[in-house]
């Protein structure tokens, strides 16, 4: 039988081949399955080619790849090759070419590249030229890649059937809505469908912000992150369960697990776990100013406002209130001792048994039944002091 009449039943088995690889199940959105194209020249780069079917007497092919703009990174790019008559180990060569819109075909090709493959007689093989590839990618949306590839040593005999593409896309949210779900709640979103505000928003993990909220400014990162938050603004919550309970509290800053969690209040500040965690108040009322950092530090207070904790857990409700430390025994602190300060009225500093400082002392612990003299001290304005001086033979 001659070349001539072979030649048909190679194509239909070789298309019917390459079609059996394009649909396995299981590809990803991600995948995309490149056959090789049909040519009628000699291959740009010597290798010659004919009409019929692109796994040519020599065996070269060649694919092209408008590269997608939601293109992020190639993961992989593998040419499935099958060889007809196993050599062992086999090379695939590489050539790729990029060009863009208005740029000359061919003035941007690199290779070949080589990359050896296992050569076993009709055992198909995958071989990743990523490297290759990717060296040619920079602006996905806009870049045309052109890959010729032929085997080593039997490269007439060997089939390239495809090219398989691999790469992770960038997640677009769309222009004015779009959300991630698990288990029906939100893990990516950045807020309710208003144009004015909900693009300043960004809120990633397990129910993290709330799916309606009105405002913009807002950060979460971690599971429950501002979930209650409907008119707050300006807010950045980083940890599980930060911000958790506000809604309309604004300006604030959580980072830690359970900073924060159920303020309702503007301007506080609390950096680690637990830091401020039951501080409450709300955005209309007096509370709010508070700085706390530290494991847990003031996470006592549920009402105040211009606290300053630093690894003091603090008290339930005060104001205007600086703590500093817990379970200390020393302190030290720099630029006191020796020192002359800049106003000559200086007055000595005492603490009492609590670790309150101050400038004054009161006695009241050596007294009892303590009360306001009231009008009792008036009868004082009734006296009527004088000046004088002893007559001569007295003094």
């Not at 003091?312 to 205007?320: F, K, L, W």
């Amino acid at each position: 039988m001659s070349d001539r009449l072979k030649r048909p039943k190679r194509r239909l088995a070789a298309l019917c081949l390459v079609a059996l690889v394009a649909a396995v199940p299981g590809a990803r959105a991600s995948e995309v399955w490149l056959q090789p194209t049909y040519q009628s020249d000699l291959g740009g780069f010597g290798i010659g080619s004919n009409v019929t079917w692109p796994v040519t007497a020599i065996g070269a092919v060649r694919f092209a790849w408008a590269v997608p703009a939601d293109a992020f990174f190639l993961d992989s790019a593998k040419l499935v090759v099958i060889p007809h008559a196993g050599v062992g180990t086999g090379t695939i060569n590489v050539l790729v070419c990029g060009a863009k819109n208005g740029n000359m075909v061919g003035a941007s090709c690199s290779g070949p590249f080589t990359q050896t493959f296992a050569s076993v007689t009709n055992q198909l093989s995958e071989v990743d030229v990523a490297i290759a590839v990717r060296s040619k990618i920079s602006t996905p949306g806009a870049d045309y890649i052109a890959v010729l590839a032929y085997t080593t040593p039997a490269t007439s005999t060997d089939h390239i059937v495809g090219l398989r593409l691999a790469y992770d896309p960038n997640l677009d949210l769309g222009t004015f809505s779009g959300k991630l779900y698990k288990g029906g709640l939100p893990i990516l979103h950045n807020g309710a469908e208003n144009i004015n505000t909900k693009m300043t928003n960004m809120f990633v993990g397990f129910g993290s912000g709330n799916v309606g909220i009105n405002t913009g400014q807002n950060t979460g990162v971690g599971a429950n992150t501002l979930a209650g938050t409907t008119d707050g603004g300006a807010n950045t919550a980083l940890g599980a369960d930060a911000l958790q309970q506000n809604t309309s509290g604004a300006f604030n800053t959580a980072v830690g697990v359970s900073a924060l969690k159920a303020t309702h209040a503007n301007s506080n500040t609390a950096v680690g776990y637990n830091a401020l965690s039951t501080f409450g108040g709300n955005s209309f009322g007096p509370d709010g100013n508070n700085i706390a950092l530290g494991d847990s530090a003031g996470s006592l207070l549920t009402s105040g406002t211009n606290n300053l904790y630093l690894d003091n857990r603090g008290a339930a409700i005060e104001s205007q209130t600086i703590r500093i430390g817990d379970t200390q025994t020393r302190t030290f602190i720099q630029g006191i001792r020796g020192r002359t300060t800049g106003v000559a009225d200086a007055i000595p500093v005492v603490i009492d048994s609590n670790g309150q400082v101050g400038t004054v002392s009161s006695s009241s612990r050596f007294k009892e039944d303590i009360h306001d003299m009231a009008d009792s001290s008036r009868k004082l304005f009734d006296l009527r002091p004088v000046t004088f001086r002893y007559a001569t033979p007295f003094c």
